[in-house]
């Protein structure tokens, strides 16, 4: 059984396709122990209360400076044991020490087809935005493991999706939830769930 914290800051979309995907069998050996938000007025943390899943909030306006909100965090999340951690969603950088303390064991989704529009301050709506601006006709999201980098860790699985000519930003970034993102994340978290997937030389394999 593959011990999953799921972090996040904003509605939880991500989260309820991670819950909906337990409930239906679509993701299985796979038990969501944890919630954690930056955000104690999360809507995600709702969606985690409804289902009766312990939520957290560890945010960085809560400690004297960034390293020790950083410690704290890694130390709650060492706490809750996790075989994996997902961030759906989650605002903050991961701290180095919770890199390290989990490698290949952090997954992130990403509403673009990385190495495209990610990086220091693409998150968000603002990716969509930048797409729009530089008129891509496709984009998509990837979900990939997380590293020191932002962004830049092996890339797990993408899945593209077209921009439409009288698209804006809130209706591309819809459009990537629902076609993309909701999909994406649950089927990886199966794949790790049930060892289809390896990581080498810093790229990602599924075992056939
Ligand atoms: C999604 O667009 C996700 O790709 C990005 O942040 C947003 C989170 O949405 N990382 P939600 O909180 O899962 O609804």
Not at 109 to 120: D, E, K, Q, R
């Amino acid at each position: 059984m593959l011990r999953i914290v799921v972090c996040v800051s904003g509605s939880g979309t991500n989260l309820q396709a991670i819950l909906d995907g337990i409930d239906t069998g679509r993701v299985t050996n796979t038990e969501l122990t944890a919630v954690i938000s930056n955000n104690a007025g999360a809507k995600a943390l709702k969606r985690a209360e409804e289902h009766g899943i312990p939520g957290i909030c560890i945010s960085p306006r809560e400690y004297a400076d960034r390293e020790t909100f950083n410690r704290a965090f890694t130390e709650e999340l060492c706490r809750r044991k996790p075989d994996l951690v997902v961030l759906a969603g989650f605002l903050v950088k991961i701290p180095e020490q919770a890199v390290a303390a989990f490698p290949n064991r952090i997954i992130n989704i990403h509403p673009s087809l990385i190495p495209s529009f990610c990086g220091v301050g693409y998150y968000g709506l603002k990716v969509h935005e930048k797409a729009l601006e530089r008129g891509v006709r496709v984009t998509g999201a990837t979900v990939h493991f997380v590293n020191e980098g932002m962004d830049e860790g092996p890339i797990i699985a993408q899945k593209a999706v077209y921009v439409e000519d009288n698209d804006t930003p809130e209706s591309l970034q819809r459009r990537v939830m629902e076609q993309a993102e909701w999909i994406l994340l649950p089927q990886a978290i199966d794949d790790i769930a049930n060892g289809r997937l390896t990581v080498a030389d810093g790229k990602v394999r599924r075992k056939v």
